[in-house]
């Protein structure tokens, strides 16, 4: 691959470590230090998390390759990516000029950033991470809090969305992190290039994580409960409707109901629903049942995923879900409702130990399954399949390949 024509890389991403909710955070990570190796000047611009109102920006040299240009926002300031694209557009519109090529992590939710890059001669890539005028997902039992949101996310994006598909769809370069996203946006547009490319993951970086001594108190105390007979349930999702938290607390029920008291589950993460979250358990009597965390270190969530007995995944919507491929990596079996994202990875990669759950019904008799078994919780997993088709090396190359192309259509 010839890249001599690229040296300088753009990459606005939002949300990045520690600032971060979800996958999309750590595939930003990933992509910026996997260029920054292979000798790319890149520069992150992304948001940081502040207490009180602030106009501080903050830049830190990671590397000779890799600076990070942190803009303040209020942490209680929602939904994030709004306040940090009108603070990020002066900072990014000086930017653009001295970048070969512009990298927008799901940029079509940055309409006031679009409309500055738009004109400036240069390739932009925008990584997709999901459908944003999907159709609500009513089919499988869940919370009616949850099917509301996905009707107000609808709403409220499906107009800006749809026209920014239909009018820049091939002005930009969209890079789709799994084929069943494209095939749904293809279905509605007509899409002239692209990519595929699936989110990487640092397996390395999961291998560390493991030998370096745990730094919470939640770590040993999830260590000394189990010592003591008790099975441990884990959900690592941002706390949105769609993720679907709610419906852990009657599976909850159900699980102590069918004699298993033993049991524990943690919730880790962040986002606009914990405290709603935290009431409801409160409210339920669950609060010995149940640990609720804020955000984790990165490494910290690896390590308390290596403890756990069963990895629940009741989420309504994924594009690619980078907290699964983690799960399986460490051998942990997996329980999610039988949808395109759980398909799509399944059929990537076969022989993995995923339990799919066609209602909830089915999801609490799976997870009560795996509870009670007699198998110890770490399983034979297709590791070579998950390390040869997820890795962040391949990530990389792919996106290299992709921004060369782009250049050859600009």
């Given at each position: 691959?010839d ?18 909710f ?15 190796k ?28 890799l ?23 002066r900072i ?8 070969d ?6 940029g ?7 409309r ?32 509301v ?11 800006e969305s749809y ?21 749904t ?24 994580a ?7 108190i ?24 769609r993720k679907?938290?709610i ?6 029920h159900?699980?102590?109901?069918m ?6 589950l943690?919730?880790?993460s962040d ?11 409160a409210?339920?009597?669950l ?7 804020s ?9 308390i ?8 995944f ?10 699964i ?29 995923i ?19 007699e ?17 962040v090396?391949r ?16």
């Amino acid at each position: 691959m010839d890249n001599t024509r690229i040296r300088r890389i753009l990459l606005i991403a939002g949300e990045y470590p520690p600032y971060m909710f979800g996958g999309g955070a750590t595939f930003m990570y990933h992509l910026s230090r996997g260029l920054s190796k292979k000798g790319l000047d890149v520069t992150v611009v992304a948001l940081k998390l502040a207490q009180r109102l602030t106009t501080e920006t903050h830049i830190e040299n990671v590397d000779s390759k890799l600076r990070v240009i942190r803009i303040s926002i209020p942490s209680f300031a929602y939904p994030h990516h709004e306040f940090f694209q009108l603070r990020a557009r002066r900072i990014v519109s000086k930017l653009i000029r001295t970048h070969d090529i512009i990298h927008m992590n799901t940029g079509l939710y940055y309409p006031w950033l679009r409309r500055i890059i738009k004109y400036s001669n240069r390739p932009v890539i925008v990584t997709i991470h999901g459908d944003p005028i999907l159709d609500a997902i009513v089919s499988i039992k869940c919370s009616t809090l949850a099917k509301v949101e996905m009707k107000l996310y609808n709403s409220l994006y499906m107009l800006e969305s749809y026209l920014s598909l239909k009018k820049e769809i091939n002005d930009l370069y969209p890079v789709f992190v799994s084929k069943s996203v494209y095939e749904t946006l293809s279905r509605k547009f007509n899409i002239k290039h692209y990519s595929i490319i699936y989110n990487g993951i640092d397996f390395d970086f999961i291998d560390n994580a493991l030998r370096i001594p745990p730094r919470t108190i939640l770590y040993n105390l999830l260590r000394s409960a189990r010592e003591r007979g008790y099975k441990v349930m884990l959900y690592a999702s941002r706390f949105y409707p769609r993720k679907n938290h709610i419906a852990l607390l009657p599976l909850m029920h159900s699980v102590l109901k069918m004699g298993n008291s033993k049991v524990l589950l943690v919730l880790t993460s962040d986002g606009p629903l914990w405290r709603f979250i935290q009431k409801k358990i409160a409210k339920l009597n669950l609060l010995s049942r149940i640990i609720l965390t804020s955000r984790l270190a990165y490494d910290e969530v690896l390590r308390i995923t290596s403890l756990a007995d069963v990895v629940v995944f009741p989420s309504l919507y994924e594009a690619h879900p980078i907290s699964i491929v983690e799960a399986l990596y460490l051998r942990k079996p997996v329980v999610a409702f039988n949808l395109p994202y759980v398909k799509e990875l399944n059929e990537s990669c076969k022989g993995l130990n995923i339990r799919f759950a066609n209602s909830f019904s089915e999801f609490v008799e799976k997870t009560f399954e795996l509870l009670t078994s007699e198998k110890p919780a770490n399983i034979d997993n297709n590791n070579e399949c998950l390390f040869n088709v997820f890795n962040v090396e391949r990530m990389v190359e792919s996106y290299l390949n992709t921004y060369n192309d782009a250049q050859g259509l600009n």
